[in-house]
């Protein structure tokens, strides 16, 4: 089974420019997560998707951050323009939905992507 | 909201035991942990939901009290594979599903 595929894998850019990451979920997962992941800290959640609708964005900077996920499988997250303090290592991931009624098939534990690793100057 | 995770770091010498604790202020659903190792993506452990329950994967073992809202992570007759940054999530209850909040991580080294 393919993983998570993210890319691109490196980004260098300016403050003020643009960028825009993709990622390819695992077939079959209705569930995505981007994350963002500063150095030396743990996974963030920017904004989570069931299928293509947003179901949780309250932690991404609408100002500037966008992410969309047209077709329910692969999605695009934009940054525009850049900040310094943008720079980390965006983390895709995917799950299936967790099922009603309990039992093992109703845990969603998360498939993550190698992510891309942003540097902003 | 963000889960505490202790001790921040640890070092030990291969087959020498390990336990990595993760604290909530909230009611918690479920509690997630995870291993990364240096320059690659998290990798999923386990998944605890229950008060008191247990899992198991291979050497590496969790329990979850739900009265107190914390999880513990251990592993035992640790390998150098064992060696990376460990990371609970958290998923609380109200919350959207598979939400997960994430602890700042503890940092495993398992020297030979």
């Known amino acids: 089974e393919a993983g998570v595929a993210q890319s691109p894998r490196y980004k260098i850019i300016e403050k003020r420019q643009s960028v825009a990451f993709w990622c390819n979920p695992i077939?079959?997962?209705?569930?995505l997560y981007w994350y963002q992941q500063i150095l030396g800290q743990g996974p963030k959640l920017l904004i989570q998707?069931?299928?293509?609708?947003?179901?949780?964005d309250s932690q991404l900077p609408k100002d500037r951050f966008s992410a969309e996920r047209l077709k329910g499988v692969d999605s695009t997250l934009k940054i525009q323009p850049a900040k310094l303090e943008d720079s980390a290592v965006y983390l895709c991931a995917s799950s299936y939905p967790r099922t009603s009624g309990g039992g093992t098939s109703s845990y969603n534990e998360q498939f993550f992507g190698p992510g891309t690793r942003l540097t902003v100057l | 909201q963000q889960p505490v995770q202790s001790p921040q770091a640890v070092i030990l010498r291969e087959g020498e035991d390990a336990v990595i604790n993760c604290s909530s202020s909230k009611a918690l659903y479920s509690v997630h942990w995870y291993r990364q190792k240096h320059g690659e993506a998290p990798v999923f452990l386990m998944i605890l939901l229950k008060g008191g329950e247990q899992k198991g994967h291979d050497k590496i073992s969790a329990s979850f009290n739900e009265k107190k809202q914390q999880s513990s992570l251990y592993l035992t007759a640790s390998q150098l594979s064992y060696s990376g940054t460990y990371f609970c999530?958290?998923?609380?209850?109200?919350?959207?599903?598979?939400?997960?909040?994430f602890g700042k991580g503890t940092k495993l080294s398992v020297k030979p």
């Open positions: 999530g958290t998923e609380r209850y109200g919350g959207s599903q598979g939400n997960l909040i």
């Open positions: 077939s079959g997962h209705a569930t």
């Open positions: 998707f069931q299928n293509n609708g947003v179901v949780d």
